[in-house]
């Protein structure tokens, strides 16, 4: 785990903030990465599926559409994500999108209420020991890390 020394003030903040350049400045080394995750993942409509800090939405987006919003649930940190992640997903035709704002260090779903979890870029900055709990051992977790440009 890296050493992130932001309050969560500070990095609701900052992302808030990052929200509507974010993809600008990170889908030319990232976007990739984040397709090939999510074609590992590959997960079924009636799969319960948990993304962790959906940020703009770009990855959540793409599930929804390829799997449907039902059995769905995405949360993030920043309200500024979510505005952001909100116009995607409307853009996209998904209607009542399935996200919430939520701490992923404390969430308050049930045990193993996911078959399968999604992340990118952030489950390497916080501890996961909160995350582990809501899928099953036997679930999925799959995601790309911030420097999995060169796994492209
Ligand atoms: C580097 S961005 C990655 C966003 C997105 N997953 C992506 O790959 O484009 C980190 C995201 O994690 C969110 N975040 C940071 N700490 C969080 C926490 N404790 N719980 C939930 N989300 C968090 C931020 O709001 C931001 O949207």
């Not at 870029?121 to 996961?128: G, Q």
């Given at each position: 785990m890296l050493d992130v020394s932001l309050t969560r003030q500070e990095m609701q903040g900052f992302c808030s903030t990052a929200a509507s350049a974010y993809d600008g400045a990170t889908l030319e080394h990232e976007a990739t990465a984040k397709r090939r995750a999510l074609a590992v993942l590959a997960r079924q409509p009636d799969e319960r599926l948990f993304e962790v800090a959906f940020g703009t939405g770009f990855s959540f987006t793409k599930q929804v559409k390829a799997s449907g919003a039902a059995n769905a649930v995405a949360v993030d940190l920043s309200p500024g994500m979510l505005a952001t992640a909100r116009a995607a997903l409307a853009e996209a035709g998904v209607e009542r999108p399935p996200l919430g704002l939520a701490d992923a260090r404390m969430l308050t779903f049930a045990d193993e209420s996911f078959d399968c979890v999604f992340n990118s870029?952030?489950?390497?900055?916080?501890?996961?020991d909160e995350i582990a709990t809501v899928v099953p051992s036997s679930g999925a977790c799959c995601g790309a890390a911030a420097g999995s440009r060169w796994l492209t």
């Open positions: 870029s952030m489950i390497d900055l916080i501890p996961t």
